[in-house]
């Protein structure tokens, strides 16, 4: 029963629902029949195929309906274009008599073609422009308010084109007649702006005596809306005039007008007199603007609105100009002032009072006029004045404003200098931000701010904040990623790649770049892979460490080009093609080259078709004749590619691109290819530099790790030479008492004997430079590695020699111990500052202990030199010595 009742209602209602669905279908046709032309209005639309441009334009504004008419003016311009002669002569004459009588939107869009006529310069005769005149001149005082503006812009922007005298004739006389007040409201508006465009066009002269009496009745005028309009013409009158008529003619009237009685008019003559700032005087800033300034400042603490916002945009600029008419109270109020505009809104019983949006503009303006105000305050006063406030508006609760904040970050570090670690948390705050509007302002300018922070914050890594930095910097890429933001992704990867220069190697290749290489290998937009290469190559380019540049380039071949998926195979085709931008040609030849060319067998067609357009390229990295082989290599690709290629656009691509390779030296000029080849030596010489200096470090790291024990020996070594010397000259007080006749004796037989001796003492002591040669090889802790690198050959010959000298025969005790100490210290360049102090004392202790005995007991003991190391120890021997 159940089911009959079913079949029952489906059978009634189913061919219901379908009649009411043709009813709808009906009731939707019934618009478009009705909308169908019928025979003679078709007849009416069409025209003659034979006319030309300009006969159909004068055809369709003759006889046309209101809708083609409407489409001629619109594209009169590109009449204009095509025969202006023939359009000023017969369409614009049609133009203006449709324009009798016609409605808005045929007004509107005749002014919108005279508008773009002049502004793109298509007409640069006189007589064309003053035919544009006469017609806008005729509907400027048109009843509905939008088409006057329309034809007050047009008007506006033919006065640059028009010569003095058609102003003057034109322009200028109607004016003084429409400025009286029994014109309309409308008609007075449109002469301010008027009055001010043409001040610029004559000079000081006529604009004193002609345009100022009318400037000043305008500011005069009955309706606010007409004081408020002709205030802000003011600055271009002013500068059109001398500035002593300025301060005698306008100043005062701007005072009066900063305290009318509309805010519109006070709000008028504030921005104008802050405009004109630096054409006032040191007098008139001190007597007019500054107590101007002050009433202003309290006027705005009562909650004028208006003033509030225009305040807050400039405050800066205002404080930036009276910053030396000011006094230390005004400048403290000032800045008291600004501290509250940053926290307009925030406070409970403002949120009542305050409309939300106009609290947001004000503290978006804090923002903005920030780096102004800390040059007013002077940035040694930032922590204790400004710093409360910026950190503030960092910490926002509006996004607006923290973006806003973002924005400004960058010149608030560069004024900061060396305090910048003071900014440290905010920076932190700003990068870890949850909206990517605030990423996307902080990153505008992500290298000067990394640069300002990470070069001149000395003591910023006194507190270890680095880790956190790079977190954030981790961080915030992350979040971008994960978004649908691609193109903030691909900015903040253009940003990171100053990293390369600001941050340790170690630092980037083991955070940094397995994250870039993650992004190139995974992500799926081709312009964030691009960016992702282009700082993969900066990160590889930078890097002084030869084991990590090995790594880095092993991991693009293994991953890149022999990867198993065909995507990554053409994105090391993207690489090899951002790599010729980077690196020289000689280290790309190196390493990119050959693994491009070994694609030449992969299987798929789109890796070829790749390859075949990266040809060109490959091509102009060779420098003939070393790169002859590579030479040679590239063409059996291009032999192999053009015999055994089965793809058709494969085939195609590579017949092009032979094409290419035959006119590739014919094409390029002569100075773009020395310009060329300027840049690459340039870029190879930076590679030369970044190898040096990571030898250099390898060395100075591995003499480091030498010198710590070898300072520890020679210390121990230095005081037993000392110990030893003073027990010798112990035992040779000692000897002293000896009868005097038997040293004389002995003394005259050693001194006679000594012309004998020299000559055998010289191949019994010739083994002893071979030992001090072979310790003045070992580098001193005081010398740095580099002088190691460049003259140790010199250094080596020039030690040699001087300790032939002086060790082949006993050195004799003279006079000037000291110049032989100083040929000494010449002659062993690596002795420390602190090693020659020890042995200028030494020496002297020892020469004035055996002076003093020898002068007693008439005994003489010769002093011979030895090298040990970097210090001299001083031996005593039994042999006797001449002095002379």
């Avoid at 090899?576 to 491009?596: D, G, L, M, V, W």
């Avoid at 530099?689 to 230095?718: F, H, N, V, Y």
């Amino acid at each position: 029963m159940f089911s009959s009742r079913m079949n029952q209602s489906s059978f009634l209602f189913g061919p219901l629902e379908e009649l009411h669905e043709l009813h709808e279908l009906a009731f939707i046709e019934r618009p478009i029949r009705r909308s169908l032309k019928t025979a003679e209005e078709i007849d009416q639309l069409t025209v003659d195929e034979d006319l030309n441009d300009i006969e159909r334009a004068v055809y369709l504004l003759s006889v046309g309906q209101e809708v083609q008419r409407a489409s001629v003016i619109s594209n009169l311009p590109g009449l204009v274009r095509q025969n202006p002669a023939e359009t000023f002569r017969r369409v614009v004459p049609k133009v203006r008599e449709v324009l009798n009588g016609s409605g808005a939107e045929i007004q509107l869009s005749a002014a919108a073609s005279f508008l773009t006529i002049l502004q793109d310069d298509i007409i640069l005769i006189h007589t064309h422009t003053y035919s544009i005149l006469k017609t806008v001149l005729l509907h400027l005082n048109h009843r509905d308010p939008v088409v006057s503006n329309a034809w007050l812009e047009t008007l506006l922007s033919a006065i640059n084109a028009l010569p003095k005298e058609t102003i003057k004739q034109e322009v200028l006389n109607p004016l003084l007649h429409q400025s009286q007040l029994s014109h309309p409201l409308q008609a007075r508006l449109a002469s301010c702006r008027i009055l001010g465009k043409v001040a610029c066009k004559f000079d000081s002269n006529i604009v004193k005596k002609e345009l100022l009496p009318l400037a000043r009745s305008l500011c005069q005028d009955v309706e606010f809306e007409v004081r408020a309009c002709m205030c802000r013409q003011l600055e271009s009158i002013a500068r059109a005039t001398r500035v002593d008529d300025t301060r005698t003619e306008l100043l005062p009237e701007l005072v009066k007008l900063a305290r009318d009685e509309e805010s519109s008019v006070r709000l008028a003559a504030f921005d104008t007199i802050i405009n004109l700032m630096e054409m006032i005087d040191n007098d008139d800033r001190l007597h007019l603007v500054v107590p101007l300034v002050m009433s202003v400042c309290e006027v705005s603490s009562h909650r004028d609105e208006t003033v509030l916002a225009s305040l807050s945009f400039q405050f800066g600029k205002l404080c930036s100009g009276l910053a030396g008419s000011l006094s230390d109270e005004q400048k403290a109020r000032l800045l008291q002032r600004f501290k509250v505009l940053c926290v307009t809104g925030l406070q409970t019983e403002e949120k009542l009072t305050t409309d939300i949006n106009e609290s947001k503009m004000i503290r978006c303006n804090c923002c903005y006029n920030l780096p102004a105000m800390m040059v007013f305050a002077d940035s040694a006063h930032f922590l204790p004045e400004l710093y409360p406030s910026f950190s503030a508006l960092c910490c926002d609760p509006d996004v607006c404003v923290r973006r806003s904040a973002a924005a400004s970050f960058h010149q608030v570090v560069k004024l900061l200098g060396s305090n910048v670690q003071v900014l440290h948390k905010e920076l932190l705050v700003l990068l870890q931000d949850d909206a990517l509007e605030v990423l996307d302002a902080l990153m505008n300018h992500l290298e000067e701010t990394l640069e300002a922070v990470l070069s001149r914050g000395e003591n910023l890594m006194l507190d270890n904040p680095f880790p956190e930095l790079l977190a954030a910097l981790f961080s915030a890429e992350q979040k971008v990623g994960c978004s649908l933001r691609w193109r903030l992704h691909e900015k903040l990867l253009q940003r990171y790649s100053c990293l390369a220069r600001l941050l340790p190697g170690d630092v980037l290749h083991q955070s940094f770049s397995p994250r870039i290489f993650i992004i190139l290998t995974t992500n799926k937009v081709l312009p964030v892979q691009k960016e992702a290469a282009r700082t993969f190559c900066t990160f590889l380019r930078y890097n002084r460490k030869q084991e990590q540049r090995r790594e880095m380039m092993e991991r693009l071949i293994q991953d890149l080009a022999q990867g198993r998926s065909y995507w990554n195979r053409l994105r090391f085709l993207d690489i090899c093609q951002t790599a010729t931008e980077i690196f020289s040609r000689k280290y790309f030849n190196k390493h990119f080259f050959i693994p491009a060319l070994q694609l030449v067998h992969d299987p798929v067609a789109n890796v070829r078709y790749k390859l075949c357009q990266l040809l060109p390229r490959l091509r102009s990295s060779l420098c003939m004749p070393a790169d002859k082989q590579l030479l040679q290599k590239l063409d059996f690709c291009v032999q192999k590619l053009l015999c055994r290629e089965t793809d058709k656009d494969v085939v195609a691509t590579i017949r092009k691109t032979v094409l290419e390779l035959d006119k590739l030296d014919l094409k390029e000029p002569f100075h773009k290819r020395q310009e060329r080849d300027v840049l690459d030596q340039k870029k190879e010489k930076e590679e030369t530099l970044l190898l040096e200096m990571e030898q250099l470090e390898r060395q100075q790291t591995d003499g480091k790790l030498i010198a710590e024990p070898q300072t520890d020996r020679k210390r121990r070594e230095s005081k037993t030479c000392l110990s030893a010397t003073k027990s010798m000259s112990m035992s040779s007080s000692g000897n002293a008492s000896s009868s005097g006749k038997e040293m004389r004796k002995a003394k005259l037989s050693r001194s006679r004997s000594l012309s004998s001796q020299s000559t055998t003492t010289k191949p019994a002591n010739s083994e002893r430079p071979l030992k001090v040669k072979e310790l003045s090889s070992t580098s001193g802790p005081g010398k740095s590695s580099m002088l190691q690198s460049k003259d140790s050959s010199l250094r080596n010959a020039h030690f040699n020699l001087s300790t032939q000298s002086t060790s082949s025969m006993p050195v004799l005790i003279r006079s000037n111990t000291t110049s032989l100490l100083d040929r000494a210290e010449t002659g062993s360049q690596t002795l420390s500052v602190s090693s020659r102090d020890e042995i200028k004392m030494m020496m002297s202790l020892y020469l004035h202990q055996t002076i003093s005995q020898s002068a007693g007991s008439e005994q003489f003991e010769d002093i011979t030199q030895s090298a040990t190391g970097h210090h001299l120890c001083l031996t005593v021997t039994n042999r006797s010595t001449v002095f002379k």
